[in-house]
């Protein structure tokens, strides 16, 4: 069983920048993603990163100004987020994939290709 927690969320004015991680209790061989859910709403995509770390993906949302990226020895996902907008207040959740690599079937945009999901954690981003 995996377990995954996310920490590194909390409040900051638009225009800052915040790190999530999320640390893994098993961590062998899959993708990851983070995603991001304010209430009443569905689970949006934020971004993806392969086993290897060599192809990443982001939402339009997210392109220029977040970046995912993984330490394999450390079982640990990151997201940078820098000049955070009010928008982007949402609690944030890391999630382990089906796949190991980013392919061409875009499967890693679906929150069903999930099999693992961390608990949250809030991004609060004041204007």
């Known amino acids: 069983q995996v377990q995954l927690v996310e920490s590194g969320g909390g409040l900051v004015q638009a225009g800052g920048s915040l790190r999530l991680s999320c640390a893994a209790s098993?961590?062998?061989?899959?993708?990851m993603g983070w995603f991001r859910q304010v209430p009443g709403k569905e689970r949006e995509f934020v971004a993806a990163?392969?086993?290897?770390?060599?192809?990443?993906y982001y939402a339009d949302s997210a392109k220029g100004r977040f970046t995912i990226s993984r330490d394999n020895a450390k079982n640990t996902v990151y997201l940078q987020m820098n000049s955070l907008k009010p928008e982007d207040t949402a609690v944030y959740y890391c999630?382990?994939?089906?796949?190991?690599?980013?392919?061409?079937?875009?499967?890693?945009?679906?929150?069903?290709?999930?099999?693992?999901w961390g608990q949250g954690t809030q991004v609060t981003v004041s204007s």
């Open positions: 999630a382990q994939g089906s796949r190991s690599t980013l392919d061409g079937s875009r499967w890693y945009l679906a929150p069903p290709s999930y099999d693992y």
């Open positions: 098993g961590f062998s061989g899959y993708a």
């Open positions: 990163i392969s086993w290897s770390g060599s192809a990443t």
